[in-house]
């Protein structure tokens, strides 16, 4: 086990290249299979979660080459399998992509049922209902969810709740399949555009991705032999706008795409902070304690959830009291307990959390509950006086590339360590 040790009390000043997009990656990876032949994606993030569905891809029978730390080769054609190792699709929540990649290349999908962070019930019900109407016949329990049909048909589907996943999910298994596909209501998140943009560059026909309603034409096969760089990160560039105003810095965020932001910036700039556009950078400095706000996160494009946890650093410190109202994760508040180990002053019920702002916090034990949760400790740490040790980074290593090397070039008195 390694945690992170950080001497805190810093101001993070510099720049910092955002890598891609976690979110996009780990379904763009899936959709590989619906080629039968060679992918090569860039700006691939180097995090434990693509390396596990790259292992599972493998399992498939996919040839897998890394040309860099930051870009591999997928050939499809030789995949042998529709059954994904249930040991290994059970450990994050992504790999419910590949029953709708799976099913679209083979007609038949076995996984075990998706893992990830515990933010609370996370129902794959959008998901199921969705394959069912396009054709599947789709079977759960003991851990296992299995999927079959004689062919996939085009229709209308009607998402009774917005859903990131499930808008992916049955993108890609729309793709092959005979006729029009309609997506209602569906997610607009910029993963959700940059999946179906990989798609198209492949062959296929996916229009409207981006908007509530998303139509998709089948097509008889894609086209190998395609390259594509995944769009970069916007939670970790929010997480290190939110570290700027956190520590009273100033940090320029290279290769990040400012729009997708723009509900962020905005805030950000309520609590004080001037932000400056460049093309594909941000800068954002900071130069007193940030100003209370109150924050309510919604899908795509209100401010984003995974950004939350973040956020309630920045807040914990502001001045005057500011409430967080969480509408997507009830247990998204988990970290709250973690950062009034180190002073902080937050009251959570349900999905409310409220922050009486103090003038700074100090330094202790703390553990990652989550992705995000993880990456608002290290800022917390980095920010609070004294040390502060951060463990369980399973969590943050599934979403973050070399995380504390990045925050170390900002100024930032950080170390992994073996525990």
């Known amino acids: 086990m390694e945690k992170l040790v950080i001497h805190g009390g810093t101001r993070l000043n510099g720049e910092v290249t955002i890598s891609g997009a976690k979110n996009s990656a780990v379904a763009i990876l899936p959709a590989t299979l619906l080629i039968d032949g060679i992918s090569t994606i860039n700006n691939l993030p180097n995090i434990s979660d693509v390396k596990i569905i790259c292992d599972i891809l493998k399992e498939l029978g996919a040839k897998i080459h890394w040309n860099n730390n930051n870009e591999i080769q997928i050939d499809t054609r ?64 003991s851990g296992i969810i299995s999927a079959t049909t004689d062919k996939l048909v085009g229709t209308s589907i009607y998402m009774d709740t917005v859903s990131v996943g499930a808008t992916i999910n049955l993108m890609l298994a729309a793709t092959l399949c005979e006729g029009t596909t309609n997506i209602e209501n569906a997610a607009k998140e910029p993963h959700i555009v940059d999946v179906a943009n990989f798609l198209n560059a492949a062959g296929a026909n996916i229009i409207g991705a981006g908007t509530d309603v998303i139509k998709i034409i089948g097509v008889p096969k894609l086209k190998a032999n395609i390259t594509y760089s995944v769009v970069p990160d916007q939670i970790e560039a929010g997480t290190f706008m939110l570290a700027s105003v956190a520590s009273k810095g100033d940090i320029t965020i290279k290769n990040c795409v400012p729009e997708h932001l723009d509900c962020l910036s905005a805030k950000i700039i309520e609590m004080g902070a001037n932000v400056e556009y460049n093309g594909d950078e941000l800068r954002v400095i900071m130069n007193s304690r940030p100003k209370a706000v109150n924050v309510n996160t919604l899908p795509y ?69 989550d992705l995000r949760a993880g990456a608002a400790l290290i800022i917390a740490g980095i920010i609070a006086q004294g040390k502060t040790e951060v463990s369980n980074l399973i969590h943050i290593d599934r979403g973050y590339e070399n995380i504390e090397s990045k925050f170390k070039a900002l100024g930032a008195n950080i170390r992994r360590v073996k525990e």
């Open 78 to 141: 030789n995949i042998t399998s529709w059954k994904a190792p249930t040991d290994m699709t059970s450990k994050f929540r992504a790999s419910y992509y590949l029953i709708g990649s799976l099913l679209g290349r083979c007609k038949s999908v076995e996984v075990g049922s998706p893992g990830g962070c515990k933010l609370g019930a996370r129902p794959i019900d959008q998901h199921i209902k969705g394959f069912e109407l396009l054709g599947a016949k789709v079977k759960t329990g």
């Open 301 to 369: 494009p209100g401010f984003p959830t995974d950004l939350q946890s973040q956020m309630g650093v920045a807040l914990s410190i502001a001045d005057g009291t500011s409430i967080i109202n969480e509408s997507i994760w009830e247990s998204r508040f988990q970290y709250t307990t973690e950062l009034n180990k180190m002073g902080a002053n937050i009251t959570s019920q349900g999905k409310t959390a409220i922050f009486q702002g103090v003038k700074s916090l100090t330094g202790a034990p703390v553990s990652a509950t």
